[in-house]
């Protein structure tokens, strides 16, 4: 597990199995070709330290971890693509 940023062309998403908008999120990534590796911030101390400090010291998800170092908290599919330069 790994809260640097990922490379190029993908992202990286925190999340829970119990999260909708991280199931709906996954769905667009696939639908669209874009490559993203999950990382469970119930399974994941490190991770859900970065989603609480990337988020006011709140555990929202999914939180996504771009190549640039930003973040976003529940990023549309067009904020993802944008960010990504697709």
């Known amino acids: ?19 909708g908008y991280c199931r709906r999120l996954k769905t667009q990534l696939d639908s ?16 859900a330290a970065f989603v609480e400090k990337a988020n006011g010291g709140n ?7 771009f190549p640039d170092g930003t973040s976003a908290t529940n990023p549309s599919l067009a904020e993802v693509r944008s960010r990504l330069g697709l």
């Open 1 to 19: 597990m790994s809260t640097q940023a990922p490379d190029a062309g993908t992202i990286t998403m925190y999340s829970t199995t119990w999260c």
């Open 32 to 47: 669209a070709g874009i490559a993203y590796t999950e990382v469970n911030i119930e399974e994941h101390p490190d991770a």
């Open 59 to 65: 555990q929202t998800v999914p939180t996504v971890l």
